[in-house]
């Protein structure tokens, strides 16, 4: 991930949009992973170790006392902590994706594998289960029962046929039930695994982990049928096309669904049951026609949402990676509905705030580019990808 600089010219910031208040520690993160800046806040060139990221983009924890998995996606290579780690910089204890800490390249720079990775995205984990968003690979990689050593194959793969197939949607120009295309997110609630299958503009569901190579999948959202692939479903931005989804979660039996590309997220009040369901609602657009970015202002606000990347559950409440704005925003989850504002918080000083680790060097508690987002416990994990860091971030008091 390049670091960005803002070329705009100065715009007059309008009135504050209310200071929020606070739902992380206002300390910030507890730990720091992959932090590689000097003094002067000036990243160094990042060179593969154990301690080092290159523009994270996914993370999960097993339990409060660990594992941690994190997606180095620049390193092409998943990052193993056995344990939750509790200071700043802690090396990991194993890899998968590269023969040692200090390689890079994608597929190891060999061919590919159920042990290799190209640009390694979404984790999830539940129970014994690890699945991993192996975007550039178009598929998804499972292990059932955790891996205990480096370089530990995958048990199953998904959206081809075996380990050795990498072709977006097998290379075919439709897409199928059993086929991805830049699949980004991945999320196991209940024993279901989802998958946001992005450069096919649509979700997938299997009902069950599945046990085989190359299962097809039994739903598909964002689309009213497992063949097409359009953004949008092939017309005007309604309530049932997609472009770009890029992460899912399952809250209360809601379906949430970060549809990045439309600058929203998209929320069935149900669990959908049939092929291209329409959602319910949505944040950070006023209607289910709006598409633009903080609703086509340069600032944005309470409700707006700008290239929203990742979606979790924190407690009581609905945290949205607002990836763009360089914040995190969240909701109570009961206070969900079309544009609803949110009230809290996290990486700016108030929701008309935007600007890369506020425009300074990297702090604590600032965001450069969030791009993936996993509670668990009292804790947020965030892949802060512009920053080349993971945070694990406690919840205010």
């Known amino acids: 991930m390049i670091m960005r600089v803002s070329l705009a010219p100065v715009k007059l910031r309008p009135s504050l949009d209310g200071q929020a208040p606070a739902f992380l520690a206002s300390e910030g993160a507890r730990v720091i992973l992959g932090n590689a800046s000097n003094l002067d806040g000036l990243v160094n060139p990042i060179a593969p170790s154990p301690s080092t990221l290159f523009g994270p983009r996914g993370a999960a924890l097993a339990s409060e006392e660990g594992p941690l998995f994190v997606s180095d996606t620049g390193h092409h290579r998943l990052m193993i902590w056995n344990k939750a780690p509790a200071h700043d910089g802690a090396p990991a204890d194993m890899l998968i994706g590269q023969p040692d800490f200090e390689s890079e390249g994608r597929n190891a720079k060999g061919d590919p594998g159920p042990a290799t990775l190209n640009v390694p995205t979404g984790v999830s984990v539940s129970g014994d289960v690890l699945a991993v968003a192996d975007a550039w690979n178009h598929r998804v990689l499972l292990w059932i029962g955790m891996p205990t050593r480096s370089n530990q194959p995958a048990d199953v793969v998904i959206g081809q046929r075996d380990f050795d197939g990498i072709l977006a949607n097998r290379g075919e120009a439709s897409a199928a039930a059993d086929t991805l295309n830049w699949c980004y ?42 063949i097409s692939r359009d953004g949008n479903a092939g017309r005007a931005v309604a309530d049932i096309g997609m472009t770009w989804p890029h992460a899912v979660t399952v809250v209360d039996d809601r379906l949430l669904v970060a549809d990045a590309g439309n600058n929203r997220i998209m929320v069935w ?60 925003v969240a909701h109570e989850r009961g206070d969900l509905h079309m544009f609803a504002s949110a009230g809290y918080l996290g990486g700016q000083p108030a929701f008309s705030d935007k600007g890369d680790n506020r425009w300074r060097s990297a702090r604590r508690d600032s965001l450069c580019w969030p791009y993936g987002i996993a509670a668990c416990g009292r804790t947020l994990i965030v892949a802060d990808s512009g920053n080349n860091r993971v945070l694990l971030w406690n919840a205010a008091s």
């Open 185 to 226: 997110g991945v999320t196991i609630d209940q024993g279901a695994l989802w998958v946001a299958d992005t450069g096919n503009r649509r979700v997938l569901k299997w009902n069950r982990i599945p046990t085989g190579n190359g299962t097809p999948a039994d739903l598909v959202l964002g689309e009213t049928d497992f």
């Open 269 to 328: 009040n149900e669990l959908p049951a049939k092929n291209g369901s329409p959602c319910t609602f949505v944040l950070g657009q006023k209607s289910f026609s709006g598409i633009d970015h903080n609703i086509g202002a340069y600032y944005p606000t309470a409700a707006t949402l700008n290239m929203p990347y990742g979606v979790a559950c924190l407690g009581d409440r609905i945290v949205i990676a607002d990836t763009a704005n360089s914040r995190i």
